[in-house]
């Protein structure tokens, strides 16, 4: 099935400037490609807010081969991972969100034809099956303890067989296929619903007929599973990545100096709101939320900048322990709007990174589009920037 990439959420490379020695490396990073760059399995599944696959490609790539460890503690889909791994480092990822968890297991799976073929195998007779129990009068009825919530954003038709296939997929013996399959299901449930997308609200209910739901969930595995095939066959050493599901603020089960280098985009103050994009999933999939819900950092609807910077220094406090004297974090951030007025990011980061005892070694700022009038007011003098900033721990 061909398939579109997907882009990135800023796209437009109107303006650099960079500074320090890594300068013109960190704004290369950040100079998104024209054109592609979604290969593999960074394709499957929507995820808002990620960098493209070129930033930690651009930081990694003379790396190549080494055993320098790798980290991202707000991986998200596990962008940097799957990069990391495609270069022969070692990496690990983490992330509250415990759909980013779901996500990035299947990004960085490699999987070998035998195996593809095993969960293509149990696809197709789920499939089989949910197209024979939708022509019965009386299929069987599926407990769905969030049922209440998750109605309400679906036609009766397409509810129905989403709850087949899920309650068959939940049944399977196999551990690989479950969680595989179950990771297709929550690429679907959004395009599906009333819900235009992942970051937009409700629409008019969409006209899929009866039936789509499997042949979109069928072509969805096949894709990823392949995606999974050429990933294995990319590496240049065996696949060494482990995830994590932890506050970033704490990172509780990590050592002192464990990696090299770290490569993230924590969330942007008031930009995103991951609990509640991610919360027909979550309760599709009846995944623990609570920890997430408390803990999202930077969530639209808690958009106030101390609240924020609270958390971060927390955060640059974590990294500080986990990242060995004399590595490198790489931060991502873009510019925010707070009430009226647009707030630098590299002002407010340089301020939290300077207190907990980090030292900058160089940054690169792109200019990037505004998208809305509010925006446009707010950056109509400065303009609306994206910045990449180099911090080393003395």
């Given at each position: 099935m061909a398939t579109k990439a997907r882009r990135s959420f800023s796209q437009q490379n109107l303006e650099f400037r960079h500074s320090g020695e890594l300068g013109e490396q960190l704004a290369e990073a950040l100079r998104v490609p024209a054109h592609g760059g979604y290969v593999l399995t960074h394709r499957f599944h929507p995820y808002p807010g990620r960098f493209h696959p070129h930033l930690p490609r651009r930081l990694l790539k003379d790396h190549e081969g080494t055993d320098i460890r790798v980290f991202d503690p707000f991986m998200g889909g596990g962008t940097a991972l799957v990069e990391a791994m495609l270069l022969g480092l070692p990496t690990e990822g983490n992330d509250l969100n415990p759909v980013a968890s779901l996500v990035a297991r299947e990004r960085t799976q490699p999987?070998?034809?035998?195996?593809?073929?095993?969960?293509?195998?149990?696809?197709?007779?789920?499939?089989?099956?949910?197209?024979?129990?939708?022509?019965?009068?009386?299929?069987?009825?599926?407990?769905?303890?969030?049922?209440?919530?998750?109605?309400?954003?679906?036609?009766?038709?397409?509810?129905?067989?989403?709850?087949?296939?899920?309650?068959?997929?939940?049944?399977?013996?196999?551990?690989?296929?479950?969680?595989?399959?179950?990771?297709?299901?929550?690429?679907?449930?959004?395009?599906?619903?009333?819900?235009?997308?992942?970051?937009?609200?409700?629409?008019?209910?969409?006209?899929?007929?009866?039936?789509?739901?499997?042949?979109?969930?069928?072509?969805?595995?096949?894709?990823?599973?392949?995606?999974?095939?050429?990933?294995?066959?990319?590496?240049?050493?065996?696949?060494?990545?482990?995830?994590?599901?932890?506050?970033?603020?704490?990172?509780?089960?990590?050592?002192?100096?464990?990696?090299?280098?770290?490569?993230?985009?924590?969330?942007?103050?008031?930009?995103?709101?991951?609990?509640?994009?991610?919360?027909?999933?979550?309760?599709?999939?009846?995944?623990?939320?609570?920890?997430?819900?408390?803990?999202?950092?930077?969530?639209?609807?808690?958009?106030?900048?101390?609240?924020?910077?609270?958390?971060?220094?927390?955060v640059m406090t974590s990294l500080y322990r986990v990242l060995r004297p004399g590595g490198s974090l790489f931060l991502v951030l873009g510019d925010w709007v707070e009430g009226d007025h647009g707030v630098d990011a590299a002002t407010a980061l340089r301020r939290i990174a300077k207190a907990v005892g980090w030292r900058e070694g160089a940054s690169a700022s792109a200019r990037r589009g505004t998208h809305s009038r509010k925006e446009q007011k707010a950056f109509s003098k400065k303009g609306k920037w994206e910045h990449l900033i180099e911090f080393r721990r003395p």
């Open positions: 999987r070998s034809s035998e195996q593809a073929e095993r969960i293509k195998g149990e696809a197709g007779r789920i499939a089989a099956q949910v197209e024979a129990l939708r022509r019965e009068k009386n299929p069987p009825r599926v407990r769905q303890r969030n049922l209440e919530r998750l109605a309400p954003h679906y036609q009766q038709h397409l509810l129905a067989e989403l709850l087949q296939w899920l309650r068959l997929v939940n049944a399977l013996p196999q551990i690989p296929a479950r969680e595989t399959l179950r990771a297709v299901f929550s690429s679907g449930v959004v395009k599906y619903s009333n819900r235009l997308s992942d970051s937009v609200g409700e629409r008019d209910p969409p006209r899929y007929p009866k039936g789509a739901v499997t042949r979109f969930f069928v072509a969805k595995c096949d894709e990823l599973l392949e995606a999974q095939v050429t990933l294995g066959r990319r590496l240049i050493a065996p696949a060494q990545v482990r995830l994590h599901q932890e506050d970033s603020l704490l990172l509780p089960s990590l050592g002192w100096g464990l990696f090299d280098i770290i490569i993230t985009s924590p969330p942007y103050p008031g930009t995103y709101d991951y609990y509640e994009q991610h919360r027909l999933r979550m309760d599709w999939l009846e995944l623990e939320s609570e920890s997430f819900q408390s803990g999202e950092l930077g969530a639209r609807r808690e958009t106030r900048q101390r609240r924020w910077s609270h958390g971060m220094k927390d």
